[in-house]
């Protein structure tokens, strides 16, 4: 193979104790995940059902019933288990670990003898297997299913999981190497990353093979889903679909001949993930380049300052460049977690910083503005302007949530979140067998190996409200290696002192200052975080004449609690400086930002007064902005990012 990539280090590796990502990851296993649990049972009042558990006691005949829910129901458990998998990797839990354990063997006895797992089908198309590819979810399913069966034998060494999906893999094999299903390949991706991890840990050929055909038969003429739907055994599930578009699925053209990232944004970085990992197996740089041009489309015309995608609430889906609405934007968390999984890869295969820059924005912003700071109700679109008094169902906002819910008919976000914050530490560290990369700067441990040597790295830090890193080495007196510390995009000064020697005058190579460790122990990072104003491309119509405000990878916004309603009829006065205050009771300690700026006053309006001539009357305003993903944890009321640029004298 022609090319290399970086590995993540194993969970089990890693310590995380860091005071702004513990707010959430604490939770994880003390809250989330028994709280999803319940969930996952029908047992919080005043939530939406999941009826996820009990399609399970069906489909293994423990109890009577019919179907209820999603035809992908199936994956919201898949999701939680993985999370638990991670959670079980850093934090030992024997009661957590018998619940999955029991889930596990309903799997078990839920599965067929052909190897075939999905409760749907089972319990109410017996007869449709494999018939509706375009919208019955079935590989889409059984991709998070896998994904969860591997993340389980890796925490726990316990293979029962494992062995249920390799029966369930190879009958997807079998199914899609013959005759009419040949030509096959799913309707929302996920199956094809899935297969690539079961390759890694079995060692089995057929199933990357596997993924490869999936990916390389999407959008040839003529469309499968075409013929699909004209058989006779074929079945609507989402009325929708009756005038489908290949576009939705990215199955308009062959992946290697796409220039644009289109349709369902989870379903397309969820495939761009498979594509970035097939390129690497089989080094495949056609499929490369292709990841690479979609990367570029979609963050340089199509990406939120927020690190959200998908703009469209119809369909949740990419539509034209530069259009990028605040308010009735959709952004699912899904979407964002499904571009730092691809952001992340495409990492580890260029060594390019410029990756890692969106999957930090993507994390420290839409992902987790999709959770609340309790762990208890969630987001599944995340909007950059909210109105709570035009969020109206049957209306073109009814999309948008003014609150986090307690949960959702579709609730792929919720446990998509948790098994994201549960594996944050696969994100933080990359290696080869010379070097080690910190991608993330986050306070914590790490034990590694290097050129077969055990090292110990800590990492001190109040990232993201200070810029100062200290990075501490143990077991490497007689160890030379390379460390990689990646110098963000939006620092613009950084300093960096290893056992006190400044070592300034090195260049950056894509983003990463790469230092020559023999024998030192201190590295000291200092990076200029310094709040700042920026601005949108003139082509984004939404945000021309607006300001966004940054500090370091976060995005902030305004809130009424904090200022006053009708935020829009604020202009901010970027002549002003930006002042900084840490507040350690708000938002369980968060730097606050201070601004100056002028509303529109509504003295000389009525009421009753829609339009007429008069002058603007302007009232001086102080105006406190919050970090973006902390909003809607407090009174609920207006948010807003992108706020108008004042020219006044």
Not at 179 to 191: L, V
Not at 319 to 331: A, F, M, R
Not at 368 to 392: H, K, Q, T
Not at 494 to 516: A, E, F, H, S, W
Request: include cysteine; hydrophobic fraction near 35%; proline fraction near 4%.
């Amino acid at each position: 193979m022609g090319m290399t990539k970086l590995k993540s280090l194993p969970l089990t590796k890693i310590s995380i104790d860091d005071s702004f990502w513990d707010k959430y990851i604490k939770l994880v296993q003390e809250v989330i995940i028994p709280y999803q649990w319940e969930i996952l049972n029908d047992r919080v009042e005043g939530a939406k059902p999941s009826h996820c558990i009990n399609n399970f006691k069906i489909t293994a005949k423990e109890k009577e019933g019919e179907f209820q829910g999603a035809v992908f129901q199936d994956s919201d458990v898949a999701k939680w288990l993985e999370a638990v998998a991670y959670s079980l990797s850093t934090n030992p839990n024997k009661e957590l670990e018998k619940s999955a354990d029991e889930v596990i063997h309903l799997f078990g006895k839920a599965q067929d003898e052909t190897g075939y797992l999905n409760t749907y089908y089972t319990i109410k198309e017996p007869n449709l297997r494999w018939t509706n590819l375009k919208e019955g979810h079935e590989l889409y399913t059984s991709g998070h299913m896998i994904e969860a069966a591997i993340a389980y034998y890796k925490a726990t060494g316990k293979d029962e999981f494992l062995q249920i999906m390799i029966r369930n893999a190879d009958l997807i094999c079998d199914v899609f190497s013959k005759d009419k299903n040949s030509e096959g390949y799913p309707g929302h991706q996920e199956i094809e990353l899935a297969l690539v991890k079961l390759f890694e840990v079995t060692g089995n050929k057929k199933y990357i093979d596997q993924a490869k055909a999936f990916i390389n038969r999407r959008g040839h003429r003529p469309y499968y889903f075409d013929k699909e739907e004209k058989r006779p055994e074929y079945k609507r599930i989402f009325q929708e679909f009756a005038e489908y578009l290949p576009l939705y699925s990215q199955s308009h053209l062959p992946v290697r001949e796409q220039k644009t990232a289109e349709g369902h944004a989870v379903r397309a970085v969820y495939m761009y993930c498979a594509m970035a990992d097939l390129a690497y197996y089989y080094n495949d740089l056609e499929l490369l380049e292709s990841c690479k041009r979609l990367w570029d489309n979609i963050t340089t015309k199509r990406m939120y300052i927020t690190g959200a995608i998908g703009s469209s609430g119809i369909l949740e889906r990419f539509t034209t460049d530069y259009d990028l609405p605040n308010s009735s934007n959709y952004g699912e968390t899904c979407a964002s977690i499904g571009l730092a999984l691809f952001g992340r890869r495409m990492m580890q295969i260029t060594r390019d910083g410029k990756y890692m820059d969106v999957v930090e924005k993507a994390l420290y912003n839409t992902v987790l503005s999709g959770i609340a700071m309790d762990g208890r109700s969630f987001f599944y679109v995340n909007p950059l302007e909210v109105w709570p008094d035009n969020c109206l169902v049957r209306t073109s906002m009814e999309h948008v949530k003014p609150m986090r819910q307690k949960w959702f008919g579709v609730a792929c976000c919720p446990p998509n979140i948790t098994r994201t914050l549960a594996s944050l530490g696969e994100y933080i560290y990359s290696q080869t067998d010379n070097t080690l990369w910190i991608n993330l700067f986050v306070e914590g441990s790490i034990g590694v190996n290097i050129q077969k040597k055990d090292l110990v790295v800590t990492t001190k830090t109040k990232f993201p409200f200070e810029g100062n890193i200290s990075i501490q080495l143990e077991g490497n007196d007689d160890l030379e290696f390379d460390l990689a510390i990646r110098i963000p995009g939006y620092v613009n000064k950084y300093n960096i002192l290893v056992d006190g020697i400044n070592i300034q005058d090195k260049d950056c190579d894509k983003g990463y200052k790469y230092i020559k460790i023999n024998g030192q122990k201190l590295i000291e990072v200092s990076f200029d975080l310094s709040p700042r104003f920026v601005r949108a491309n003139p082509l984004v119509r939404e945000d021309s004449g607006k300001v966004a405000i940054e500090k370091g990878p976060l995005v902030y916004c305004i809130e009424e609690i904090d200022n006053e309603s009708n935020l829009p009829a604020y202009f901010v006065d970027t002549k002003q400086p930006i002042n900084e205050e840490y507040y350690e009771g708000l938002l369980g300690g968060t730097t606050v930002l201070k601004l100056k700026g002028k509303k529109i006053s509504q003295d000389n309006w009525t009421l009753d007064e829609l339009y007429k001539e008069t002058d603007v009357v302007w009232e001086n305003k102080d105006l406190i902005a919050i970090p973006y993903c902390y909003w809607g944890n407090r009174t609920p009321g207006e948010m807003l990012v992108w706020m108008k640029e004042y020219y006044g004298g």
